[in-house]
């Protein structure tokens, strides 16, 4: 087996897979928050790293009709979502090229260097490391 290639991203914040912590999108490229995947809530990106698509299939949600391909962390296989390929309903093509990642699926962190910088107030909830979102 050859060597897995992990890209690291940079910025203040991060998504990352849940299961193995592996970077996974960048909160710039988010399009939406207002999406509902397999596990609850869910976010439509322009763009994710550190993913492999599954195979291409036909699937009916709650938007109608689209072309999908599962997408899995590159590193642990686990499932984070979905990649729409293909949209039928013409207000719907916006989508197409891009990203649904599921929150359930992810963590949000805050960046190694956010980390270290000196701040003269607390990180939310007095959670090192962690950003929550809901606070933002």
Known sequence: MGRLFI???SGPRI???????VDSASPDHIVSKNFQGRFGRAYLFRSVVNVSLGPTEERLLVSGL??????YCSSCQQ????????AYE??????EGMYILEK???LK???FIEQSKPTMQALPQGKL????????
């Open 7 to 9: 890209e690291s991203l």
């Open 15 to 21: 998504f990352k897979c849940k299961f193995c912590k």
């Open 66 to 71: 689209h072309t999908v391909n599962d997408i």
């Open 79 to 86: 499932l984070l979502g979905w990649r729409y390929e293909k």
């Open 90 to 95: 013409e207000s719907q093509k916006y989508k």
């Open 104 to 106: 359930e699926r992810m």
């Open 109 to 111: 962190v805050l960046s």
């Open 129 to 136: 490391g962690i950003w929550n979102p809901s606070i933002d």
